[in-house]
């Protein structure tokens, strides 16, 4: 199914009421008519453009200027060798697979779980768990304004389910692995995940995106997390599709009274790259940290949006991101921390580094403070910088070659990131990831 986004909206229209006709007629009502706001926001909002303040530093012509399909699943162009080439090797995980936006029984393994414990994909939790889906489900992510979220809200299909109850530690991290094969058309995935940890739970999960070719797709990812009373929810979004995909990314959390929510974010592939990080510290005494790292070559765009909502008193927020820049590669921070005006006592803190490795890679960081109260202790701050010449030659006096000195230093740059991430396997996943990267930076 064709589905064309540019300035006239007919053929998206018109793709969406086939849709409705088939893949989505037997949606619950709410699901319809939530469908169908979604469907009328996006064709009143279109794309962003460089006027929009949000989007100033993003140019989204190359999106709306395709042509993308609707795909079905490919399983039958992978084998179980494949998946575990493409997937992050030597964990213990609780594991979903989704192949072009469908979830693969074949290839997935979500057996070994608690009592009560719900991973799933979202097609079946509708199917099996329609009350709890229905009452978070579109709850935190708006659409409104919001015009990739309203895309997303239209055309999703399926994506991750999970709902802890309460009181539950799932010792296992959840490891959803989306893949984008190659296909004879350009793809589109609308994936809608959606995370529920009820109070004094503990919750893990990997959001993983690769593509088996270099292949031009478009992934529009929505997450949305509800993070209960004492909850402890960790997650991690790894995009490293193909350098020539398209990658926009939302994740929303709601926080409640004393959680505490962790967002890792590590960005290597596509050409085009949005990544929205939207947590709401809406219970007293919760904590947010939202770390990242961006890594981009040749004309890689790499855009990270943070808003911090401190919506409660006595709440405390991090934010870390590096970016290493190389070629002629763009990288965006903009990162807002919003202060409500019942929200006393509030401690938030925001560092942005990055290094540019040549003298044509491009950053424009937008640290921002939004605070209406007096009591808040908030500060922020950006830098941006090219490769220590005097620490460079210090180690290479020590015996050591230029570009093992220059890994070193690359390396100890982007480990500050790596070293807030709880879960071992990841971390020397990472690594190993930032060591190709380096090495192939001079090919």
Known sequence: MDIEFTDKIESYTEGFKQLKENKFRDNPEWLRQLRECASREFSTLGFPTLRDEDWRFTNLAPIARNKFHIVDAGEEKLDRKKIDELS???????????????????????????????????????????????????????????????????LF?????IYVPKSVLVDKPIYALFISTEEDVQSIVNQRNLVIAADNSELKVIEHYVSTSHNVHFSNVVTEAYAGENCNLEHYMLEFESRKAFNISTLRVEQKRNSNIKSHSVLLGGSLVRNNVHPVLGGEGSHSLINGLYMSTDRQHMDNFMRVEHASPHCDSRQFYNGVLDKKSKGVFHGRIVVHENAAKTDAKQTNKNL????????????????????????????????DDDAVFYLRSRGIPKRDAETIMLRAFTGQSIANMGLEPVRSYLEAKVDEWFIGRKN
Request: with cysteine; net charge negative; proline share 3%.
């Open 88 to 154: 992050i090797p030597n964990i213990e995980a609780v594991k979903l697979v989704f192949i072009n936006g469908h979830y693969s029984a074949e290839f997935s393994d979500n057996e070994k779980l608690p009592d009560e414990v719900i991973v799933s994909s979202l097609r079946d939790a509708l199917k099996q768990n329609e009350n709890t889906v229905s009452e978070y489900l579109g709850k935190f992510a708006l659409y409104e304004k919001q015009s990739f979220i309203a895309l997303n809200t239209t």
């Open 157 to 161: 299909e399926d994506g991750l389910f």
């Open 356 to 387: 540019l490795l040549t003298d044509t890679a491009q950053i424009d960081t937008k640290p921002q403070l939004e605070i209406y109260n007096e009591d808040v202790k908030c500060t922020h701050g950006a830098t941006i910088g090219q490769m």
